[in-house]
């Protein structure tokens, strides 16, 4: 029958349809496992507790990437710090004083084109206000506050998203037992919502620790096996030290590269699982 | 009502007021950071149309050290970059978005969004030194060039870091086409790859063009991975091979040189005035998905 024909022919392109949109998303997922188990396999024996805890010596060429490491976890330390309250700050504004009017559309539109402003560009803004125009020089803080600016638009949506998801009943009841707004905010509104702030600052605080570009010309130091002193210090940090050492430095030692890399990517994935396991630890203990 | 207790209500009436007026102010902040950005960029950018002649600074030789600084090899390199990734990123990014929004079983799906997270996460200095020690030595090989450090290899890798983000837009978009107009298509006898290819997919084009926007953005600006694996010789990228050779980009130029100029001279001047132009370039392309997001918004559709 002519129909059972079309009818095969029909399906026969389904088949070809859905096995290529599998093929396409195997091209996505295949060099993904590549990257990770390229880096793992040809990274891991390096790592032993010298290259862990100890200075670089000999040109960076043998000893241990610590610097890099304390440099790196200052850096996430210190742009929460700064980011935290603004970020949260922001968040309440959005999702509880907020009116739906054109003032609060340009804030919107600030995030977006926050969010889209190339990493270096936040590396110029650095050199340009803090390390020139304050004079706080090269140092932790003015890279600090860059990062901090950066990672803004990631804390604000996502702990705005948490905001909103606590249920409205929950502010009027605060507010039927006589509580102002800030009270019912405060006590109610954010205790409720905090599992999915922290999991938006440890998402915007992991994109700071992999960032290069903006700290390139704020922070980072080349080569300085010492910790710094004092927030008015440079620091080595992990991954402006994995470009040097991949681009700068001639006769570099692999093993020492893939190590330095695989660091980074432990530190970064390991935060990155820990936010995905609160958000959905605390999704599922939720009452409501 | 004693007066202890009235001074208590009003002094905690004025810590409301200074906590939410501060609130409020946090809530503004980011306009200001904006504002701030573009202003520091025009301040330290601005010198280099005084100081360098239009003729000079639009022109195709990079060559700073001979006070030749034009940037048109480098916006054409960042455009043949952007446009190449993209080229490579759409397909698959939609591709990778309906199947996992439409067909891929749930099993498949708890795999492939952490995976695809995980792209997301992984900080562009490693995908630049992945590019560079193993991709760009097989490209060398495969296709027999001089140097595996090409336009191409760069964007072929951008497309990867472009790809979180194109997924996860068209993943929205195709979330946001009710249900109704799936089960419409099967009703009427269509196969279900007839209703996504047909139905679906064009429902939701509008939030895949503004993936395609917010990827452009991603792939215009990003830095590290572009300077270590397009090679960055400042040439005009014209013609078909020039995709097989180096090719320079504006983020890369500004990467690798402000360490070594001194501040106040042209070449950091012009290097802001670099800045600018991507700040501007990334500015366009965020509007217009905006403008789609909230068009969209007030109509309903994509939550």
């Known amino acids: ?288 | 009502m004693s007066s202890e207790a009235t001074s208590a209500k009003t002094r905690s009436r004025w810590g409301e007021f200074f906590v939410e007026s501060g609130i409020r102010i946090l809530g503004f902040s980011t306009i200001g950071f904006v504002l701030l950005i573009f202003f520091f960029l025009l301040r330290e950018g601005i010198p280099a149309f005084t100081k360098v002649p239009l003729g000079n600074l639009f022109g195709t030789r990079w060559y700073p050290t001979f006070d030749l600084f034009g940037t048109l090899p480098l916006i054409l390199g960042s455009i043949v970059v952007t446009i190449t990734a993209i080229a490579i990123a759409l397909p698959l990014g939609v591709a990778t978005a309906v199947y996992v929004r439409e067909v891929a079983p749930g099993w498949a799906r708890e795999i492939l969004k952490p995976m695809i997270e995980v792209l997301a996460g992984i900080p562009s200095v490693v995908l630049g030194f992945f590019g560079m020690t193993i991709i760009a030595p097989l490209i060398r090989q495969g296709l027999g060039l001089p140097t595996g450090l090409t336009a191409f290899t760069g964007a072929l890798i951008l497309a990867y870091m472009a790809l979180p983000t194109i997924i996860s837009v068209a993943e929205d978009a195709l979330d946001a086409v009710p249900t109704s107009y799936r089960n419409a298509g099967l009703a009427m006898g269509a196969t279900q790859w007839q209703t996504i290819w047909r139905v679906v997919v064009p429902a939701a084009r509008s939030g895949i063009l503004m993936a395609v926007m917010l990827g452009m953005g991603r792939a215009i600006g990003e830095t590290m991975l572009v300077m270590m694996v397009t090679g960055n010789a400042a040439r005009m990228p014209l013609g078909l091979d020039a995709l097989f050779m180096p090719v320079r980009t504006m983020t890369a130029t500004i990467a690798a040189e402000m360490g070594e100029v001194a501040s106040g001279s042209t070449h950091y001047h012009v290097l802001f005035a670099i800045g600018i132009i991507l700040f501007l370039l990334t500015f366009i392309l965020n509007l217009a998905a905006a403008q789609a997001m909230f068009r969209k918004r007030r109509q309903g559709g994509l939550r």
């Open chain 1, 1 to 288: 029958m002519a129909s059972q024909a079309a009818t095969s022919r029909r399906y026969l392109i389904q088949r070809i349809g859905v096995g290529l949109l599998a093929l396409a998303t195997l091209a996505v997922v295949v060099p993904i496992v590549l990257v990770l188990a390229t880096i793992f396999v040809r990274g891991y024996q390096a790592i032993n507790w010298e290259f862990l805890t100890a200075m670089p010596r000999d040109g960076m060429k043998a000893g241990g990437i610590f610097p890099a490491i304390v440099g790196t976890i200052i850096l996430i330390f210190a742009t929460g710090l700064a980011a935290i309250p603004v970020g949260v700050g922001g968040a309440v504004y959005l999702s509880e004083y907020a009116r739906d009017n054109w003032a609060t559309r340009t804030i919107r539109l600030a995030m977006i084109n926050l969010a889209g402003i190339p990493s270096v560009v936040y590396g110029l803004f650095g050199l340009g206000m803090f390390v020139l125009f304050l004079r706080f020089g090269t140092s932790i803080i003015a890279g600090a506050l860059t990062l901090a600016i950066m990672t803004l638009p990631i804390i604000i949506s996502t702990a705005e998203e948490a905001l909103r998801a606590v249920p409205v009943e929950f502010r009027t009841v605060s507010a039927s037992v006589g509580g102002t707004r800030w009270q019912g905010i405060r006590y109610v509104v954010l205790p409720q919502a905090l599992p999915g702030i922290i999991t938006g600052v440890i998402l915007g605080l992991l994109r700071a620790a992999g960032e290069t570009a903006p700290i390139l010309f704020t922070v980072a130091a080349f080569y300085l096996p010492r910790l710094p002193r004092s927030l008015f210090d440079q620091t080595m940090a992990l991954p402006y030290h994995l470009y040097v050492i991949s681009t700068q430095v001639p006769g570099m030692p692999p093993q020492i590269q893939y190590g330095t890399a695989l660091v980074l990517l432990i530190l970064v994935l390991s935060l990155s699982l820990t936010a995905t396991v609160i958000r959905s630890f605390f999704r599922r203990r939720r009452q409501w």
